[in-house]
C-alpha cells in the first residue's frame, strides 16, 4: 500500500507541475492539482464544493489515491456483504475493496449507507486508516473521535484548516475533504509509525477480504504473453473449503453448482471481450481459455490439500493458481459453459479431461454427439489433440447437466 500511494504521488506532483494552478486562492490551486491527478471528477453539476460527500463518494476516493479503480470495476461483479447495496449500485465496486482493506467499516445492523453524508471524525478516521494507521499504543487508549484526530494532526491531515471545521461531528464539506485529502497525498510518511496492514476496523459483522490473483500465460505458446488480475474474496474461497467432500456425489456437481456463476462469468467475459478487442476468431477465442487454464501450476491433492481426493471447486482452483488434473477440468469445463458451449469431463482409471462439443467429426461421440477432447494439465495441448496414453484407453464420460 505503501509503496503504491508513493508512486501516486509522483505522478501526482509531476501532473501538478505541468497544469498550473488557475485560482487565485490556496484552495483554489490545491483543488487543481488534485483535479490534475484525476482524483476528483465532479459531475454534471460540478464540484459542488461547499456540498456534503457521501460515504460511496469518500469510498471512490479513496480507491482513486490508492491506485485501486482498476479493482474496484473488477469487483463490482462481487455481492455485497452489506444488505442496502444492491448489485446495480454503481459504488459496490470501491465499497468492497475499501472494507476489505479495512479502511471503511459498516453498522451492526449489516448496512453499509452508501447515500449517507460522511462527518469530519469518519472522514478523518478513514484517511488516517489509509495512511497507515494507529499505533498499537494509540490502539490500546482509543477514544472516538479525538485519538483519530489528534492522530490526524500529527500526520499533516488537517494542515492549514484551522477555522474551517467548527464540530467534528457534522458532515463534511466536499472542499474541505478535497484539501484533507491533498494535505495526506503531500504529508504521506510523516509520523507513518503504524503496520502496512490496516489492523483497525470499527465493530462490524466479518466482511470478506478481496485477494487479488495475478495470472500470466503465453499464447500462442512463445509468441505472446497474456496477464490478468482476478480479484477473489476470501470468504467465499473459504466456503467452499469447509464443504465436506463426502456430502458431494460425483463431479458434475462441482461444474453445475450455481453459487459461483458470478465469478466465472465474469471472467468468461474477459475472454470474450479479449477476443473481440484482438480480432480473434471463435477457435482462437477458445484456444485462450484453454491456454490459460493449462498454464496454472499442476499440484497433486495430497501436496496441495493434504488429502488423497479432493476435488476442487473452481473458484478454489482459480484461486489456489492450480491444481490436479480433476481441478483444471472441473475449471475449464465450468469456464467453457459459462461460454455457451456443450461440455463433458472425460476420465480414465488416473486421469481426467475435458470433453467440448463440436459441429463436426472430432474424437469421440457420446449420445449422438461429437467431442473434441482437452487435455488440462500441460502447456501446449490444441483442442483436439490427445495424449498417446488415451489412444485405445478405456473412458468414462460424466455428463454435466
Known sequence: MKRTMSLFLC???????????????????????????????????????????????????????????????????????????????????????VTGQGIFGGYPDSTFRPNQNISYAETIAVLVRTMGGLSPEEESNISWPSTYINKAMKLGILDDLGGRITDFNTAATR?????????????????????????????????????EVKYEWDYPLGYWTW???????????????????????????????????EYLNALAQVFINTGEENDFSEWDMLSLVVSFVQSLKYVPDDIGTGYDEYPKFPLETLYDQGGDCEDSSILLASLLRELGYGTVLVATEDHMGVGLKAAEEANFTYLGMDFYYIETTDIGWEIGQLPDELDGASISIIPLN
Open 11 to 97: 505522478v501526482f506532483i509531476l501532473l501538478s507541475t505541468i497544469s498550473p494552478s488557475f485560482g487565485d486562492s490556496s484552495t483554489d490551486w490545491k483543488i487543481q492539482r488534485l483535479i490534475d491527478g484525476g482524483l476528483i471528477l465532479g459531475d454534471q453539476s460540478g464540484l459542488r464544493l461547499s456540498s456534503p460527500i457521501t460515504r460511496a463518494e469518500i469510498a471512490t476516493l479513496i480507491c482513486r489515491l490508492l491506485d485501486l479503480e482498476d479493482v474496484a470495476r473488477a469487483s463490482q461483479v462481487y455481492k455485497s456483504p452489506f444488505k442496502d447495496i444492491p448489485s446495480t449500485f454503481w459504488g459496490t465496486g470501491y465499497i468492497n475493496v
Open 175 to 211: 472542499e474541505n475533504v478535497f484539501l484533507m485529502v491533498y494535505n495526506s497525498i503531500m504529508n504521506f510518511g510523516i509520523d507513518h509509525t503504524a503496520a502496512e496492514v490496516f489492523s483497525y476496523q470499527e465493530p462490524t459483522p466479518a466482511k470478506p477480504t478481496i485477494r
Open 227 to 261: 496477464s490478468y488480475k482476478l480479484p477473489i474474496p476470501v470468504d467465499a474461497v473459504d466456503l467452499y473449503k469447509s464443504i465436506d467432500r463426502a456430502d458431494i456425489y460425483g463431479y458434475s456437481y462441482y461444474v453445475t453448482h450455481t453459487e459461483d456463476d
